[in-house]
């Protein structure tokens, strides 16, 4: 499976709420950019306000990183691909990259499995 | 509430200091008043003459400046504003007849004492003598169309502005004078337009400055 | 006409305003009275959502370094600089509270409603809660004083109310820090905020004056509206949980934007074509005179570049030191049978109970006996053991007091009683090895005999686990914690304090990494109720007792001030130089001194030794 980290062409600037309670998402993202990963699950945190997903991720190279995908809350992900999502699954994410490089950071904006299971891609599904 | 107070600008201070054309932050103005609002252009207004139209009641409170208040006679308050050199005359007695509709409206001033149980109104002057407990309650309509914010959201001739002044002290001494703001424009806005001002309370006259609506 | 007009509604409003503002003398439960004053005035009850005012200001969180209208100062600026908002994987960060009048400030919905006294039907307080972070927030309306200052410090604070004539002023102290601002603009723990509420029909405007001593010029001003909804929302929660958001990141990793390196410091100035003076705020930004300071705009451009830097004389606490100094030993319950006693020296800690009085730290000895007298009066039984956390005088000063008015009854009689003379017929005193040694070596009075050294010391004792642990290379190479594990409360010694830098004693053993260590044990052990509040108390070595919160945050400082000493020992700065870099610039207001046994300079240079040659035994945990 290829394992690749795209950058796709720049999104129009969204609609970066300052109305989030917790953070800004534009002071946290660049929510003018998306980015693409592909790699594999290791480890899904079913949290609130955000659950995180970490990708493994290999470059070109072959050097693998973890990358730290923010996700929505708990109660927003009943019922969808968030309930069967493990370690060990195979996943594209599309994402905004986060401002801090270090953190190999992305705010989600849409993920598929292998087995064609997403999210992001219907009407309300959007981390805010 | 008479004295010289000044405008604490506070957080607001991109859209009351530097306004810019398309920035409307939360204000639920309507299509119609959008499409007006995107073609504002202060040089033409000024060129025009009309450069005081951002002073008009509604937004010229929000203007960073300074106010002079004082009993013009027993049943009118007077504010004297040195941004835009504006004047506002608050008649807690009858109305003038005939006046001339103009940027400031009219406006109708009482007491409101509130939950302090007297009913609410009160007469003029010696209202405020009776001490801070309870607000200045101003309606003021009758405007000559003007702009609600200072970077053109228009406001109609239809347009009902309800103030609400309210003197708090510190135990510093300190006092603010809390501004409370209702503009009610079914013609421009989708739903009331609420704004939330305070200004600080100034020992003299310093730094009263008045400049006219054109910057000169 | 106009006479009688004026003279009926002078009566009138002399009626409202008696009416408005009767109260019996301010009654306290604390002076027994305890039915409190009778409150009338304008009711604030109901379901309430924040009104977006004309702006945006009023939300939470806002743009990157977008401070205008914010009178902060140098320092407050400089911390919001470093801040970037990868600070908020940091664990601690993650599910922080919103501080007052900050709690105002969220696109939530809002509850408020009052508590009467049941008899009496006497307003005790009014209780304002806000959905985001699940703020609960008690007014106290019955003229109850508040606590002292070495009490913890909250999230809500510690309010109290008043009513002039229609308007609810409320003050509040005891605030934990917080945000001004959540792009970083912080709000000190030295601030006391004053709440104006007045409602008018279907609306509250609340105008919050917040009064920083630390990181701000003058107090802030800032007006907000809360709008009634005629139904219940009913929906009120927000669960928040930590979690490793950023896998494998280590606990002494805290993001920061080192001096002058912040990418974003022009972005919004830029994006939104605005003076960048204006944008970094200060208080010639929350006035009209702003105009004139950016009229030249090359003066105004240089002025804002200058202000991105450290630059001034240095600067000294600006917070009030809680410590008791009238000559008396305060006594606060902290939790479970687990006491402060405060006023001589360092903090001393007690926990009582049937088998007698364990003791953390003596103090400075100079009020010992009052000290003994007032743990006399929590315990019936003598003090049994004494621990040292440290060899510090100001710590064992009254060890040998505090020992021989002890008795430690498990040697009496026992197998040692019949190896030493007077065995069991004092208190026994316990500590780490090296802070035996030190004591031994200086030749301070009643060290300890009882030691460890590498592993921890543990004790049942009162019905709890206690255990001792040595943090290695910590302000000494002797140091300890206690945790008394049923109270929950940890005792962190000079690790912690709430009112100085770490005393990083490097000629004994002392470093600024074993310092972060032993602050991440403590941040190991402690679990909050809520949203980082409550939960495992701290007592400090000096200072107010704490929760977790205050130790995060020291431990964050800590992190910041380590990773801009190794940038300028990676440069190859001198000492010298990296004094003059000035690298706890925007914690000095809070923690630093230019006199006195411990300054600024001093630590910087504890700081720099330690990271250029780390003391060999250190040991990360």
Known sequence: ?128 | MTGYWVSVVGEDWRWRAFPTRGDYGAVPLNQVARQIADTWDPAKDAAAGEACKAFAAPSVMRIPGRLHITWQDDQTLKIETDSGKQTRLFYFGNLPENKVEDLQGSSKAEWDLGNAGAGGLFFGRGGAAAGPSGSLKVVTNRMKPGYATRNGVPFSNNATLTEYYDLVKEKSGVEYLILTTTLDDPTYMSQPMWTATHFKKQGDATNFTPVSCDGK | ?621
């Open chain 3, 1 to 621: 006409m106009k006479t009688i007009y004026l003279l009926v509604g002078a009566l009138l409003v002399a009626g409202a305003t008696i009416g408005a503002q009767v109260q019996t003398p301010g009654a306290s439960p604390e002076n027994g009275a305890g039915l409190g004053p009778m409150v009338a005035g304008t009711d604030l009850s109901g379901s309430w959502r924040p009104q977006q005012l004309v702006t945006e200001s009023q939300t939470a969180a806002g743009d990157l370094a977008d401070f205008g209208g914010i009178p902060l100062n140098d320092a407050a600026r400089m911390y919001a600089l470093s801040w970037p908002a990868s600070r908020q994987t940091v664990k601690q960060h993650q599910c922080m509270g919103y501080v007052t009048p900050y709690f105002w400030y969220a696109p939530a919905n809002y509850r408020i409603w009052e508590e009467r006294d049941p008899f009496t039907q006497r307003l005790v307080s009014w209780r304002f809660y806000g959905q985001i972070a699940q703020g609960d927030r008690t007014v106290y309306m019955d003229g109850r004083p508040h606590p002292p200052a070495y009490a913890p410090h909250t999230f809500a604070g510690f309010s109290t109310g008043e009513y002039q004539g229609n308007t609810l002023t409320v003050t509040t102290t005891h605030l934990k820090r917080g945000w001004i601002k959540a792009n970083g603009v912080p709000q000190s723990d030295a601030t006391t905020v004053v709440e104006h509420f007045v409602r008018h029909g279907d609306n509250i405007t609340v105008l919050a004056v917040i009064d920083d001593p630390v990181y701000l010029t003058e107090p802030l001003s800032k007006a907000s509206m809360l709008v009634r909804m005629a139904k219940d929302p009913d929906a009120w929660l927000y669960p928040c949980d930590d979690s490793e958001q950023i896998f494998g990141r280590k606990s002494d990793v805290v993001p920061n934007h080192l001096f002058g390196q912040n990418p974003y410091a022009r972005e919004y100035a830029d994006r939104r074509k605005l003076p960048l003076l204006a944008a970094l705020g200060g208080v010639e930004t929350m006035y009209p005179e702003l105009a004139n300071a950016i009229r030249d705009t090359t003066a105004a451009e240089n002025l804002a570049k200058a202000r991105m830097m450290p630059s001034g004389p240095p600067a000294v606490s600006r917070a009030p030191d809680p410590t008791p100094k009238d000559g008396e030993i305060h006594t606060m319950r902290v939790s479970g049978e687990v006491y402060l006693l405060a006023g001589d020296g360092a903090n001393i800690a007690v926990q009582v109970g049937p088998q007698g009085a364990f003791v953390v730290d003596t103090g400075s000895g100079k009020l010992a006996d009052k000290v003994i007298a007032a743990i006399a009066k929590l315990s019936a039984k003598p003090i049994q053991f004494i621990l040292n956390t440290t060899f510090r005088p100001d710590h064992t000063g009254g060890n040998a007091k505090l020992q021989m008015a002890g008795a430690d009854p498990s040697v009496t009689g026992s197998f040692f009683s019949m190896q030493f003379q007077g065995a069991g017929l004092a208190a026994t005193i316990i500590s780490q090895l090296n802070t035996q040694s030190r004591m031994v070596e200086q030749k301070l009075p009643a060290p300890p005999s009882d030691t460890f050294a590498e592993d921890r010391r543990r004790k049942y004792y009162n019905g709890e686990a206690v255990e001792a642990f040595p943090m290695p290379n910590a302000t000494t190479d002797g140091d300890s914690i206690v945790h008394f594990r049923r109270a929950d409360v940890i005792v962190a010694g000079d690790i912690f304090t709430t009112t100085e830098y770490p005393h990083i004693d490097t000629k004994n053993g002392g470093s600024l990494q074993g310092e972060i260590n032993a602050l991440n044990f403590i941040l190991d052990r402690t679990v909050y109720i809520h949203d980082e509040d409550g939960g495992t108390m701290i007592i400090p070595g000096h200072g107010r007792v704490t929760d977790e919160w205050e130790v995060a945050e020291y431990r964050d400082m800590l992190v910041i001030i380590r990773d801009r000493v190794q940038a300028m020992i990676k440069a190859g700065a001198t000492l010298q130089q990296t004094l003059a870099s000035r690298p706890t610039f925007d914690y000095d207001v809070r923690y630093g001194a230019t006199s006195g046994p411990w300054t600024t300079n001093m630590f910087v240079e504890a700081v720099y030794t330690s990271l250029k040659n780390p003391p060999k035994t250190e040991n990360a945990r």
């Open chain 1, 1 to 128: 499976m290829k394992r690749t980290l795209m950058l796709l062409f720049p999104t129009a600037l969204l609609l970066a709420s300052t109305l989030s309670a917790h953070h800004s998402f534009s002071a946290t993202y660049d929510t003018g950019k998306t980015v693409s990963i592909e790699g594999k699950v290791v480890q899904f945190l079913l949290r609130n306000p955000h659950s995180f997903l970490h990708i493994e991720v290999k470059d070109k190279e072959g050097k693998v990183a973890v990358y730290n995908v923010e996700w929505a809350a708990a109660g927003q992900l009943n019922g969808t691909i968030a309930s069967s999502i493990k370690a060990g699954d195979l996943v594209t994410i599309s994402g905004n990259p986060g401002r801090d490089p270090a953190d190999l950071r992305l705010r989600m904006v849409n993920i598929k499995r292998t087995d064609g299971q997403s999210w992001g891609f219907d009407p309300g599904q959007v981390v805010n």
